[in-house]
């Protein structure tokens, strides 16, 4: 079962930062928070990870609270092409190695 | 650097019969995981191969299997195809299994 809750969509305006949040209230204290997102017909594309601390790469932000229980992804100015499925996930030990679980995702659309 | 790629795109199956997949991981990517991705859904998390190992495993049978090989490529098996199993297979790679996964463009299975 996947361990983040998002919200199923969001819009944003084309030029405006997009937030795109995320909650992971049972988070231990060694996962990390990744997120991907997946345009259509692709494969899923990594964009940012953390663990406690905020972190800023070409693509976005990640603003993880001090509790660790939510972040917020940001990218600063959306295009139309940030369109996509946004992946919040967090990384879990599984047996003998890592498994990545997946939730449905936020649906950000970027509108002109 | 070239990328995660899969083949073939596309295939049909039909009930009852095996399938293999193949991918080709990123040069230097020691770490390759399966997903399987139903229409409108996130990624489901098959397995992961660490060093030609299983290194862990989601919640799918036996007839899920999986071989990789020391020239960074990998297969995914699976035996006695059921309906259900029409999806988007996904392969990605990455260093270690820590680190952030490349995933390659998928296979889209469709079984009649």
């Known amino acids: 079962d996947a361990k983040t809750t998002q919200p199923p969509s969001m819009d944003c305006a084309e030029g405006r930062a997009a937030n795109l949040p995320c909650n992971h209230s049972t988070i231990s204290g060694n996962e990390y928070v990744y997120w991907y997102r997946q345009i259509h017909s692709q494969g899923p594309q990594y964009i940012i990870h953390g663990l406690k601390n905020n972190e800023t790469n070409e693509m976005a932000s990640l603003i993880i609270t001090e509790d660790r229980k939510s972040s917020t992804l940001i990218l600063p100015h959306a295009t139309l092409r940030d369109t996509a499925v946004y992946y919040c996930i967090v990384r879990v030990p599984g047996t003998g190695g890592f498994k990545t679980i997946f939730g449905a995702g936020t649906r950000l659309f970027v509108k002109a | 650097e070239t990328g995660v790629t899969q083949s073939p795109t596309h295939l049909i199956k039909t009930r009852g019969q095996q399938v293999t997949l193949r991918c080709s991981s990123q040069?230097?990517?020691?770490?390759v995981s399966w997903y399987q991705q139903a229409l409108g859904q996130g990624p489901q998390f098959i397995f992961q191969y660490y060093r030609e190992e299983e290194n862990g495993r989601g919640n799918f049978p036996p007839r899920f299997s999986g071989l990789q090989f020391p020239n960074y490529s990998s297969e995914l098996n699976v035996n006695a195809l059921e309906l259900d199993d029409s999806a988007l297979y996904l392969c990605?790679?990455?260093?270690?299994?820590?680190?952030?996964?490349?995933f390659g463009d998928g296979t889209r299975l469709s079984i009649l």
């Open positions: 990605a790679s990455s260093q270690t299994p820590g680190q952030p996964q490349h």
């Open positions: 040069s230097g990517h020691n770490t």
